[in-house]
């Protein structure tokens, strides 16, 4: 089987989305698959290959297709350089010659459609629900769609009952390399093999560390952030909160935000390489993932990287109990707390500080549950389906 995998994304990018994409194709083609990634030519901060930047075999192609990049003038054209971008990628793929054997996999409904048109199998992924705008003109878009791939049963559930019949879709949540982060370190070595600043290792290993990973931000709403840092002031000095992620404009909001309320023990990272992160990991005492009630999206329809990777580090979780995080975790394999709440989140890291048998005993419950979530089943679920 031939799969051309087309999205409209920059790659690679910092973001959690890129390095899925890659890493499905890299597990397409692993299991089997011919596999090609078809993605806009754009502008890059990052000068590294996709494969070198994840981590990945070079076990499948990347093609660049020629699209004028507007980023350069994107502070004078606000939201309309990610339309005009969009246009230009699409009008691109209109006249692009593809192997008419091939199958197409895209997050992006419009090329569905396109693709359609031409005659192709055509597979669409899912890791959200539409807005209200966006609804009617993406569903139209999917409406005559081979299958759907989403990440979890509330998604399915709002195709099965505006669109598609359900024999059409798979529910295939996010996964994870486990090897990558079932590493045998203990604290002090990973903060070594971290090669950081002497003030920030001492920080470190002469503390209690909370460690949250990833983007702090999605569709401009901030994942709980605020609320961890409130947790901060219930917690006493010897409790450390590491942030590792976030965009510059996302650091440069919490450090003033930090700096302004004076929030104490408090350290911002930053965004570093994805192979950095299992060490992160182990250098935590806790694991904490705040989402949000305000969002249906955190609410319903998330399936976020980092839990997969939380859970194979074999380290205590901390999340808020959300209906799209119950899907994955639950009072078995993890901690979970009411949403939005400072003091709840504060109450349950003394709990789990206090009580390192319980969470030896949740720890060993989520490695042995995320088990079934790798990247190497996903695909071969998938490739199983389309077949």
């Given at each position: 089987m031939k799969i051309i995998y087309i999205v409209n994304a920059r790659i690679p990018t910092e973001k959690a989305h890129g390095y899925q994409i890659c890493k499905m194709?890299?597990?397409?083609?692993?299991?089997?698959?011919?596999?090609?990634?078809?993605?806009?030519?754009?502008?890059?901060?990052?000068?590294?290959?996709?494969?070198?930047?994840?981590?990945?075999?070079?076990?499948?192609?990347?093609?660049?297709?020629?699209?004028?990049?507007?980023?350069?003038?994107?502070?004078?054209?606000?939201?309309?350089?990610?339309?005009?971008?969009?246009?230009?990628?699409?009008?691109?793929?209109?006249?692009?010659?593809?192997?008419?054997?091939?199958?197409?996999?895209?997050?992006?409904?419009?090329?569905?459609?396109?693709?359609?048109?031409?005659?192709?199998?055509?597979g669409y992924e899912c890791h959200g629900w539409f807005s209200k705008k966006r609804k009617k003109i993406f569903l139209f878009f999917l409406r005559k769609c081979d299958w759907i791939i989403v990440t979890n049963n509330y998604?399915?559930?709002?195709?099965?009952?505006?669109?598609?019949?359900?024999?059409?879709?798979?529910?295939?949540?996010?996964?994870?390399?486990?090897?990558?982060?079932?590493?045998?370190?203990?604290?002090?070595?990973?903060?070594?093999?971290?090669?950081?600043?002497?003030?920030?290792?001492?920080?470190?290993?002469?503390?209690?560390?909370?460690?949250?990973?990833?983007?702090?931000?999605?569709?401009?709403?901030?994942?709980?952030?605020?609320e961890i840092l409130k947790a901060s002031r219930l917690l006493n000095k010897d409790k450390l909160i590491v942030f590792v992620g976030g965009t510059e404009k996302d650091l440069r909001y919490f450090r003033f935000r930090i700096k302004s309320s004076k929030f104490k023990n408090i350290l911002l990272i930053g965004y570093r390489p994805h192979?950095?992160?299992?060490?992160?990991?182990?250098?935590?005492?806790?694991?904490?993932y705040s989402g949000t009630r305000k969002s249906e999206k955190f609410k319903k329809y998330t399936s976020p990287l980092k839990l997969f990777e939380y859970m194979a580090s074999k380290r205590p979780i901390i999340a808020s109990d959300l209906p799209s995080i119950r899907e994955i975790l639950n009072t078995e394999n993890a901690i979970l707390v009411k949403p939005g709440s400072a003091k709840a989140l504060a109450n349950a890291i003394k709990f789990a500080l206090e009580n390192p048998d319980f969470c030896a005993k949740i720890s060993k419950q989520a490695y042995k549950d995320v088990q079934k979530y790798t990247w190497e089943k996903r695909a071969k679920r998938i490739l199983e389906f389309i077949k």
């Open positions: 194709c890299e597990e397409f083609s692993k299991a089997g698959a011919e596999v090609e990634l078809l993605v806009p030519k754009r502008n890059n901060p990052i000068k590294k290959n996709a494969f070198s930047f994840y981590g990945l075999r070079s076990n499948f192609k990347i093609k660049y297709l020629k699209s004028f990049d507007f980023t350069k003038v994107a502070k004078y054209l606000g939201r309309i350089n990610f339309y005009l971008q969009s246009l230009l990628f699409f009008m691109g793929l209109v006249f692009k010659k593809i192997d008419e054997k091939a199958v197409i996999y895209t997050r992006n409904p419009e090329i569905v459609w396109l693709f359609k048109l031409k005659g192709f199998r055509v998604i399915k559930q709002e195709f099965t009952k505006n669109i598609l019949y359900k024999e059409k879709i798979l529910v295939a949540p996010i996964g994870v390399d486990i090897k990558i982060f079932d590493i045998n370190v203990d604290k002090k070595s990973a903060v070594e093999k971290l090669n950081l600043k002497n003030e920030i290792k001492n920080k470190l290993l002469n503390n209690k560390v909370l460690v949250y990973t990833g983007s702090f931000r999605a569709i401009g709403v901030t994942k709980g952030i605020e192979s950095e992160i299992p060490y992160w990991l182990k250098v935590a005492d806790i694991l904490i």
